[in-house]
């Protein structure tokens, strides 16, 4: 049987910030356009809605970046675009007669959406730390933790350490408050910031006040609560029989490296961890888009020009998977390529993107700070992983057996090469829990950079879908 295929001008990956701030340009510009989103609504990660029913009020994140508010009304009543919400996009293809194919499933029914231009806006997900005990019930991501509290009012566990360093954390606690859950403690692993770091940060307020007057809301709730607030501690261990019971806290230096003897205990039955986010890049990466590395910037990002535009001519990239840097730069970044792909397929039009330009240009300074202020580290994050915690949990993969395997491999110096041996990255995940730990794992062994580790080739299917769905596509 042949597939149903679809023609777009544009087809867009993420119904996020980015991708729909480009669908809406584009749409209202006159291009056809269709949507993808895993999720049965829009608004990406950022503005995540519970359903209709639960009659909630508006998201709070509205109050921080209110262009949200608009992107969302916008996108609901715009009929124009062709919406594929509870659809995965799972392969891109590039056939002889030009041009992109998409290929995406939803349930057990697969489509190919051909298009003239692809915008791959796919966001982030939590960084994942492996640590003895991180696989026990009850130890989550904080964004997997938030996503409960959003989508469905539910939290997770009652007492909670929240353990990490990026600002997400800082929200979860804020939210975990409101939602009546207990904090034991939020354990942030870089040091206090210093006077100076303070007053360098203070050239990025400008246009900012929002971001400010939330922090300062939660830090508020935190100290009325009584909730301690450590920095330049860090999680190195979750104990319990079925579920977790203690977490084990250390001391770090300013590196992040633990400080013998300074281990505690504390009672919780839920860990929420939030070092960082990771650029969500397989989508890209399986299209063939070329990658660099910035460890500040969510790992492996996707190249791109000042349009936006990938390596590959057709195929452009908004958002989190270009650099984490927040939803303010996803929506203005959203705006340039939408701008930059009208102005390739409508050269008549009066091009947006000089002013596209100028309003990224005036955001960066403030996610450049926010970046630099809490970037994770790393090699450190790594190291918390002793020979007995698993690394890859789809297959079972623990880091003493990629160690063992590099001990009597001393040819091996990539990613691939392990997961070929050792099946790391090779489960339904395809690698976004365990390359970042392998990787670190291969660096240290080998004395290397980790950008000459490389990255675990990215297949068709990205993402798990039916076999039937598979079975059915006959690109061109
Ligand atoms: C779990 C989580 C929670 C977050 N919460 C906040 C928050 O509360 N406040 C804040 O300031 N920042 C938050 N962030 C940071 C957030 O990433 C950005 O602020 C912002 O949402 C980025 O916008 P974006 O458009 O780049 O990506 P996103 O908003 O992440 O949108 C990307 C969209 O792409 C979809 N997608 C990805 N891959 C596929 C695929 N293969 N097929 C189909 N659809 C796909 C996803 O379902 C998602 O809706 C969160 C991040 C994460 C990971």
Redesign the pocket.
């Known amino acids: 049987m042949k597939l149903e295929t679809l023609n777009f001008d544009l087809v867009v ?9 480009a669908a809406l340009l584009a749409s209202n510009a006159g291009l056809q356009v269709a949507v ?4 049965a609504a ?7 809605q519970p359903p209709a029913t639960f009659n909630a009020p508006p998201s709070s ?1 509205f109050a ?2 209110p262009f949200g508010k608009k992107l969302l009304e916008q996108a609901r009543s715009n009929t124009r675009i062709h919406w ?1 919400y509870s ?4 392969g891109v293809f590039h056939p002889a007669k030009g041009g992109v194919q998409l290929a ?1 499933v939803e349930g057990e029914h697969a489509r190919l959406l051909d298009c003239k231009k692809l915008l791959i ?6 960084l994942p730390v492996a640590f003895p005990g991180w696989t026990l019930p009850g130890v989550m ?4 933790v ?2 409960l509290l ?1 989508s469905q009012f539910l939290c997770a566990a009652q007492r909670y350490v929240l353990a990490g360093s990026h ?2 954390l800082l ?2 606690a804020g ?1 975990l408050l409101d939602a009546g859950a207990q904090i034991q403690e939020v354990a942030i692993a870089r040091p206090r910031p210093q006077i100076r770091e303070l007053l360098a940060g203070w050239r990025a307020l400008p246009g900012h006040g929002r971001m400010f007057v939330q922090l300062a809301g939660i830090l508020l709730k935190l100290w009325r609560k009584k909730v301690p607030l450590r920095f330049s501690t860090i999680v190195t261990r979750a104990q319990g029989r079925d579920a977790v019971e203690r977490v084990t806290l250390s001391d770090v230096d300013a590196h992040w490296a633990v400080k013998p003897n300074t281990e505690r205990s504390v009672e919780v039955d839920g860990l929420a961890i939030g070092y960082g ?1 990771l650029a ?1 890049t ?2 890209a990466r399986q299209a063939g888009c070329s990658v660099s590395w910035n460890p500040e910037r969510g790992g492996w990002v996707v190249d791109h020009d000042d349009t936006m535009r990938t390596s590959l001519p057709h195929i452009y990239v ?5 650099g ?1 840097a ?6 203005c ?2 705006r340039l390529a939408g701008a930059s792909i009208v102005a390739q397929l409508m050269p008549d039009q009066a091009s947006q993107t000089s002013s596209a330009h100028r309003e990224l240009k005036r955001a960066k300074p403030f996610a450049d700070t926010v970046a630099r202020f809490f970037a994770p580290r790393l090699d450190a994050l790594a190291r918390l992983a002793d020979n007995g915690t698993l690394i890859c949990r789809c297959e079972d993969v623990t880091a003493g057996q990629v160690c063992d395997f590099l001990k009597t491999h001393p040819h091996v110096s990539s990613v691939n090469s392990v997961k070929l041996a050792c099946r790391s990255g090779m489960g339904p995940c395809q690698g976004r829990y365990c390359q970042h730990t392998v990787a670190q794992l291969v660096a240290s062994e080998r004395g290397i950079a980790i950008t000459d580790t490389g990255t675990y080739t990215a297949q068709a299917p ?2 798990p879908i039916p076999l039937t769905s598979l079975a059915l596509v006959e690109p061109d």
């Open positions: 990956v993420g119904a996020g910030p980015a991708g729909l701030t993808v989103d895993e999720q829009p608004g990406g990660q950022i503005f995540r994140a921080t970046y594929y659809c995965s996009a799972w995406i806006a796919t966001g982030a997900y939590d991501t904080a964004g997997g938030q996503t959003k600002p997400l929200l979860l939210q986010l969500s397989e989508l908004a958002g989190e998977p270009a984490v927040g939803a303010e730069i996803a929506h970044e959203g990205i993402k």
